[in-house]
């Protein structure tokens, strides 16, 4: 699930941001890439979050939102109801990290080296 | 008189008081815009007209000190001078902002020449000899900070593994945010961050972008401002965290250099052996230390003190579990499907 804030609260920030005027430079760098990051998140999260909760379904044996099913996952892992070792659980996680990180952070180096 | 000048004033009544010859200040700046501290250069210029290039950093004013650091700035110029005389490269202290000062809560150091900023230690061509030692370099100077007597009067703020544990804990909690991700580091921690066997002192905030490097090599440490006493092993691992890599994830420590290096250069300067599966489990702790702090940010966006640049640091967060994913389930044939 992706992160708060959202996209399109970014957008608005950039939007308030365009209109106090923006220095250039690092400012405008950061606006760009808060545009470019709610774009991939317009185009990806939606298929992904489904992905996800198709998912976290299969892994708690239960239904509820995706903020639900993800209270309800860390719950299970705090509580030790469902263990480290737990094979889906692991491919859950580096799943859902594949998926969140293709949206925040493409570039991310350590994310780059990974894909090759 | 604008601010500029009421702060030049200031720094020449407080370096007088400090017992330097002081005519006048010049080419005051504001250099870094820190998340917590203010800091100015300035030039100051004695009576014969000699000039010293200084660097102003000061509390600013209505801003709260961490609580998981130092109590003041009274406090962090005298572990600069503490850590000095304990052979750690640091700037030299020139003066204090006494009490009541126009400047504000502070002090004065030496402005040293070299580069500071992560990424261009990682880049600058001149620097490319000064990289090769400075993992190794870097062991050598934790292992004198971590050597350092722990003065009663500086107030330290102590915990140990098990105590810092719980206040990242408490932090992640504070965020109210679900994250399967860092439960599970927090579980995996539980089971696998040793109790430290001894406590020493911490720098708390040592990695690329607080260290000064020249062509000859690490030329000082700054930003005392975590400094505490707690868990050696958790100094090593934050120059080890990968956000501090920047484009060089494969040279663990800073982007730079091994950590074969760097636990060869703290031993060879007298640090107690680090096992590297403590350095390891700290590594993770480490990871989601910052993983924390760029979340909280997350929260404090959704409460209300928003900026593009505090969504978006918040939106980094998701680049530290993935770095957790990496530590902690490395074997998982996830990483492999297409």
């Given at each position: 699930?992706?992160d708060?804030?959202?996209?399109?609260?970014?957008?608005?920030?950039?939007?308030?941001?365009?209109?106090?005027?923006?220095?250039?430079?690092?400012?405008?760098?950061?606006a760009?890439?808060?545009?470019?990051?709610?774009?991939?998140?317009?185009r990806?999260?939606?298929?992904?979050?489904?992905?996800?909760?198709?998912?976290?379904?299969?892994?708690?044996?239960r239904d509820g939102?995706?903020?639900?099913?993800?209270?309800?996952?860390?719950?299970?892992?705090r509580?030790?109801?469902?263990?480290?070792?737990?094979?889906?659980?692991r491919?859950h996680?580096?799943?859902?990290?594949?998926?969140k990180l293709?949206?925040?952070?493409?570039?991310?180096?350590?994310?780059?080296?990974?894909?090759? | 008189?604008?601010?500029?000048?009421?702060?030049?004033?200031?720094?020449?009544?407080?370096?007088?008081?400090?017992?330097?010859?002081?005519?006048?200040?010049?080419?005051?700046?504001?250099?870094?815009?820190g998340?917590?501290?203010?800091?100015?250069?300035?030039?100051?210029?004695?009576?014969?007209?000699?000039?010293?290039a200084?660097v102003?950093r000061?509390?600013?004013?209505?801003?709260?000190?961490?609580?998981?650091?130092?109590?003041?700035?009274?406090?962090?110029?005298?572990?600069?001078?503490?850590?000095?005389?304990?052979?750690?490269p640091?700037?030299?202290?020139?003066f204090?902002?006494?009490?009541?000062?126009?400047?504000g809560?502070?002090?004065?150091?030496?402005?040293?020449?070299?580069?500071t900023?992560?990424?261009?230690?990682?880049?600058d061509?001149?620097?490319?000899?000064?990289?090769?030692?400075?993992?190794?370099?870097?062991?050598?100077?934790?292992?004198?900070?971590?050597?350092?007597?722990?003065?009663?009067?500086?107030?330290?703020?102590?915990?140990?593994?098990?105590d810092a544990?719980?206040?990242?804990?408490?932090?992640?909690?504070?965020?109210?945010?679900?994250?399967p991700?860092?439960?599970?580091?927090?579980r995996?921690?539980d089971?696998?961050?040793?109790?430290?066997?001894?406590?020493?002192?911490?720098h708390?905030?040592?990695?690329?972008?607080?260290?000064?490097v020249?062509?000859?090599?690490?030329?000082?440490v700054?930003?005392?401002?975590?400094?505490?006493v707690?868990a050696?092993?958790?100094?090593?691992?934050?120059?080890?965290v990968?956000?501090?890599?920047?484009?060089?994830?494969?040279?663990?420590?800073?982007?730079?250099?091994?950590?074969?290096?760097?636990?060869?250069?703290?031993?060879e300067a007298?640090?107690?052996?680090?096992?590297?599966?403590?350095?390891?489990?700290?590594?993770?702790?480490?990871?989601?230390?910052?993983g924390?702090?760029c979340?909280?940010?997350?929260?404090?966006f959704?409460?209300?003190?928003?900026?593009?640049?505090g969504?978006?640091?918040?939106?980094?967060?998701?680049?530290?579990?993935?770095d957790?994913?990496?530590?902690?389930?490395?074997?998982?044939?996830?990483?492999?499907?297409?």
């Open positions: 699930m992706q708060d804030p959202p996209g399109a609260l970014l957008l608005e920030e950039v939007a308030r941001a365009l209109k106090a005027g923006i220095a250039p430079g690092f400012q405008q760098h950061v760009a890439n808060a545009i470019a990051l709610a774009q991939r998140e317009d990806l999260a939606a298929e992904s979050h489904a992905q996800e909760a198709e998912r976290l379904r299969g892994l708690l044996d939102s995706l903020p639900e099913l993800n209270f309800a996952l860390a719950e299970a892992i509580t030790g109801a469902i263990t480290l070792s737990n094979a889906a659980l491919e996680l580096v799943r859902t990290t594949i998926e293709e949206v925040d952070q493409p570039n991310y180096p350590a994310f780059r080296a990974w894909k090759g | 008189m604008d601010d500029r000048a009421v702060l030049a004033d200031a720094l020449v009544e407080a370096a007088r008081a400090g017992g330097l010859p002081a005519e006048r200040v010049e080419r005051v700046e504001r250099l870094s815009g998340a917590s501290k203010e800091s100015w250069g300035f030039v100051l210029i004695a009576p014969d007209g000699g000039e010293t200084l102003l000061r509390q600013p004013p209505g801003k709260r000190f961490s609580s998981q650091g130092l109590s003041g700035m009274t406090v962090e110029a005298e572990v600069l001078r503490q850590a000095g005389r304990a052979g750690v640091v700037p030299a202290v020139a204090e902002l006494p009490e009541g000062s126009p400047a809560d502070g002090y004065a150091m030496a402005r040293l020449a070299g580069e900023v992560g990424v261009r230690v990682l880049k061509p001149s620097l490319a000899q000064a990289r090769e030692a400075l993992a190794r370099q870097c062991g050598a100077v934790l292992a004198r900070i971590h050597a350092m007597p722990i003065d009663p009067a500086l107030g330290l703020v102590e915990h140990g593994a098990r544990l719980a206040a990242l804990e408490e932090r992640h909690r504070a965020t109210g945010q679900a994250r991700v860092f439960e599970f580091a927090l995996w921690l089971d696998n961050l040793p109790a430290e066997e001894r406590r020493t002192f911490l708390g905030d040592f990695r690329n972008g607080n260290l000064v020249g062509p000859e090599g690490l030329r000082a700054l930003d005392w401002e975590l400094a505490h707690g050696p092993a958790s100094d090593l691992a934050w120059i080890c990968n956000s501090w890599r920047f484009q060089r994830p494969d040279l663990a420590v800073g982007g730079f250099g091994t950590r074969d290096d760097l636990l060869a250069g703290y031993a007298g640090g107690s052996p680090v096992d590297p599966r403590e350095l390891h489990a700290w590594e993770v702790f480490q990871t989601m230390n910052w924390t702090m979340a909280g940010g997350g929260r404090l959704m409460d209300g003190a928003r900026s593009v640049e969504g978006m640091i918040a939106r980094r967060s998701s680049e530290t579990e993935f957790l994913v990496r530590l902690l389930a490395p074997e998982c044939e996830a990483w492999n499907a297409g």
